[in-house]
């Protein structure tokens, strides 16, 4: 039998190949050259070829014992005896071109009666397991799941399918609690793509209309959840606020489809927030300023993917997006009074200058 050396980072090693693996199925899978850096970030070296085999070998194993098949025991033979039986792997391998793709895929196997409470977990944790703190959540979800085989296979499973109906933007704390029934209702009509009856308040008039929806997904932006679909009255797409859906139902015997080559990611990744409108224009760079003191919360926390800074004299910063839709930065950029100033684009500084204008106007006549 083939004894493979003993390594204290052995653990870590296998759970960030296999957290690896589960980030880029989405994206067509995980490569050879991508599993090698996720190696030596643990291990501070570049491993062979041979030793990645060797892991993914290890993990599918842990996943199923017999995935590379096993030939019965003299008198244990079932039907079919003397052939190997074949379970399945958990991590697959497809080629395309030259290159050797490895994606997840979902274990049949019984999960936990906790799997429930570890999607609500999971999807609590989310942002920061996209964002900043990936690197620190990744250990706690170590320490959680690693207990048993079947956690760990839970946490894969949950993770790999909220990647397509959940999107997160920024590195914000994301509370699913204080709507924790209508998410799992949610969650359970896009997987088995039910439509959704709801009553929605509308914020402009206080009036509560009555919508039927084909759900894509949920989205989350500075700790605000959103319903994404496409609204049957409106025929288009359309964005609920979760806080303002007094009523939501799964209509049991209805169906749909979800609009060909859809992705949640992409659809929503580079809007700053939930930007309905088929075209949210090209893409622009917004530059900020940030005074010193309000800059400490940009150099922690990421409010948009493409968040960059560059540290100015004074303990100033320079925030730089890149990003569609800008309009909607509007109402945030107004909470931060003077500590922002918009530096780029121009018509946005303008649209900023003319939205306080006018607020200070409304104030002005009611003196």
Not at 53 to 65: E, K, S
Not at 147 to 170: C, N
Not at 196 to 203: G, S
Request: include cysteine.
């Amino acid at each position: 039998m083939v004894r493979y050396p003993r390594t204290g980072t052995q653990p870590e090693t296998l759970v960030k190949i296999l957290i690896t693996v589960i980030e880029k199925t989405p994206s067509g899978g995980a490569t050879l050259e991508d599993l090698q850096e996720a190696y030596a970030e643990i291990n501070d070296r570049r491993p062979s070829v041979r030793t990645i085999y060797r892991l993914i070998r290890r993990l599918n194993l842990f996943f199923d014992p017999l995935c590379y098949g096993e030939t019965p025991d003299p008198g244990e033979e079932p039907e079919g005896a003397g052939e190997p039986v074949m379970g399945e792997k958990a991590i697959c391998s497809r080629r395309c071109g030259s290159k050797t793709y490895y994606i997840f895929r979902r274990v049949k196997s019984d999960q936990p009666g906790g799997a429930h409470d570890a999607t609500m977990l999971l999807l609590g944790m989310y942002p920061q397991l996209r964002g900043a703190m990936k690197s620190s959540i990744e250990a706690a979800m170590r320490s959680i799941f690693r207990q048993t085989l079947s956690g760990l296979s839970t946490f894969a499973g949950i993770l790999s399918e909220l990647e397509q109906m959940v999107y997160v933007s920024g590195a914000f704390p994301a509370d699913p609690a204080k709507s924790e029934a209508m998410i799992r209702e949610i969650l359970r009509a896009i997987r088995e793509r039910k439509k959704v009856r709801l009553n929605y308040l509308r914020t402009y008039d206080g009036a509560v209309t009555k919508r039927v929806v084909e759900p894509h997904g949920l989205l989350c932006r500075l700790n605000n959840w959103y319903l994404t679909g496409r609204c049957t009255q409106r025929r288009q797409r359309r964005v609920f606020l979760l806080l303002n859906i007094k009523e939501l139902e799964v209509i049991e015997n209805s169906s749909y489809r979800m609009p060909p080559g859809f992705s949640l990611k992409e659809s929503y990744r580079d809007v700053w927030g939930t930007w309905t409108e088929n075209e949210s224009g090209e893409l622009e760079t917004v530059r900020l300023r940030v005074r010193a003191g309000p800059a400490e919360r940009f150099r922690h926390n990421l409010f948009h993917e493409s968040q960059q800074t560059k540290e100015l004299p004074g303990g100033e910063l320079e925030v730089i997006y890149r990003l569609t839709a800008a309009q909607e930065m509007i109402p945030w950029l107004m909470s931060w009074s003077d500590a922002i100033e918009v530096l780029e684009p121009a018509w946005l500084r303008e649209q900023l200058i003319n939205n306080l204008q006018e607020t200070l106007r409304y104030y002005r006549q009611k003196q």
